[in-house]
């Protein structure tokens, strides 16, 4: 690996302490929060402004120094770890929420402000940040993944969410993407390119994200069903029905005893459920739920608990939201291998039917969580980082990725290629893969930015 020891101290002398080779801050950057092997950066440095990446990129981009941007750390598919060395660039110091536009429903932000912290900021304003991916991860490492979680189904995604970028360049231009028109047909949509980028492209300075107005009403519940293919086919029916569900997320039974063992409030039937929650009027949220109860008896559902008290949502959602370590609590010690899977809501069913069929095939332990409202699923596949399991995990992955493509589907419909699915990339996207890797080198000619992610370049 390359000796980037004269490029650190060049951006020490520029600036200062906010460049740290301390070994525990080398060691808190060199993983995420998949599988994969550690390796630390050379330095990790915290910028404070625009400028401050821009003297870290020229810099950079002199000494063909690699760049990797990090947010929090809460990723899953390897997108932070320094694979070839380099200088990660944190921005947890760039944590400024700049304007709240309330009359226009945005706000513009720095990309270490987290999403909980915008929410927060936006408390007294009637309005909402909506991008829930669970973690309270920041919003440049959500739009850097096209992150979206347990509302997009009403809301939609990080793709939809942001409206304009600021971005710095390889060569230390800054770019302005995107304006804060709710639309526009001026040109290429660079905003959409850079967003799901991974920070292969250039490093977002400011984002310019959508917000929506809070509900009148909010319901929440819970619903025992006899199976997942009940549970499933509900699901099915109410999205082809068009019922506005706000969340509508499906938990198996193995999930269900995680949940239950590692939330001691928590005592839910084992057996398949879904969490669901109603936004609007008290009149249509009234409406929303008959419709959805309908369905649900013909599916095979039962025992319907409500949340409609904001600490028993938040507990709820809690609950959901600590599923990846609960399920892993079912194994101490054990490493969590995640898939990704999204299909069209047609084919969810058939999917998450043979997704069953090999897990119990392969013989290993994997629960199934998913935002199934809009066909995305989950197993954690719970593994005692040994090279067998490491390769039976694999096999298994793979299966699922191969069954997931066959369906018309996506290896990774929210937690982004990184390292781990960019094996998929190609037999995913045929042609255009190699059409994403031009885009690369057109951006990033030295190949500084987050190299060995997502593309592969010569």
Not at 212 to 234: H, K, L
Request: proline fraction near 4%; charge should be negative.
């Amino acid at each position: 690996m390359t000796d980037f020891n004269s490029t650190v101290v060049a951006l020490k002398d520029a600036l200062g302490d906010k460049v740290s080779t301390g070994v525990s801050v080398l060691d808190l950057h060199a993983s995420d929060e998949a599988h994969f092997k550690p390796a630390r950066p050379d330095a990790v440095i915290f910028p404070e402004s625009t400028d401050d990446v821009v003297n870290i990129v020229k810099r950079c981009a002199a000494d063909q120094c690699p760049i990797i941007p990090y947010g929090v750390g809460t990723s899953l598919e390897g997108h932070i770890i320094p694979v070839r060395g380099g200088v990660t660039v944190d921005t947890s110091r760039m944590n400024r929420v700049l304007q709240v536009n309330s009359d226009d429903m945005d706000a513009v932000v720095q990309p270490g402000v987290t999403r909980k912290q915008l929410n927060e900021a936006l408390k007294t304003t009637g309005l909402m940040f909506t991008v829930d991916p669970g973690a309270d991860a920041t919003i440049g490492g959500m739009a850097a993944t096209r992150a979206s979680g347990t509302n997009a189904v009403r809301y939609g995604t990080m793709r939809e969410n942001v409206m304009a970028l600021e971005v710095v360049l390889a060569d230390g231009r800054v770019i302005r993407t995107g304006t804060r028109a709710r639309k526009s047909s001026a040109g290429y949509d660079l905003t959409r390119l850079f967003v799901g980028s991974e920070g292969t492209l250039g490093l977002m300075t400011e984002l310019t994200v959508r917000l929506f107005g809070q509900p009148e009403m909010i319901a929440a519940a819970t619903c025992r069903f006899d199976s997942v293919e009940g549970a499933v086919n509900t699901v099915i029916q109410a999205i082809q029905l068009g019922i506005p569900l706000a969340r509508i997320e499906l938990i198996d039974t193995l999930s269900i005893r995680a949940l239950n063992a590692y939330n001691e409030d928590m005592n839910l039937t084992e057996a398949p459920h879904l969490f669901l929650e109603f936004h609007g009027t008290e009149n249509g949220v009234a409406e929303q739920i008959e419709l959805f109860k309908e369905l649900s008896n013909d599916g095979g559902g039962h025992e319907f608990q409500w949340a409609t008290k904001n600490e028993d949502r938040t507990a709820l959602w809690r609950a959901r939201h600590d599923a990846y370590f609960a399920t892993k609590a079912l194994r101490p010690g054990c490493e969590g291998y995640v898939t990704d899977s999204c299909v069209p809501i047609s084919q969810l069913a058939e999917c998450i039917k043979e997704t069953e069929k090999a897990v119990k095939k392969s013989g290993l332990t994997a629960p199934l969580i998913g935002h199934v409202g809009d066909g995305n699923f989950h197993l954690a596949i719970l593994i005692d980082g040994s090279p067998k399991e490491l390769a039976q995990a694999k096999a298994l992955a793979n299966d699922i990725s191969s069954l997931t493509l066959s369906l018309g589907g996506t290896v990774t419909g929210e937690h982004g290629v990184g390292i781990g699915k960019r094996p998929y990339m190609l037999e995913e996207h045929g042609d255009a893969y190699s059409v994403m890797g031009d885009l690369k080198k057109t951006f990033d000619p030295l190949n500084i930015f987050n190299p060995g992610k997502l593309v592969s370049v010569n």
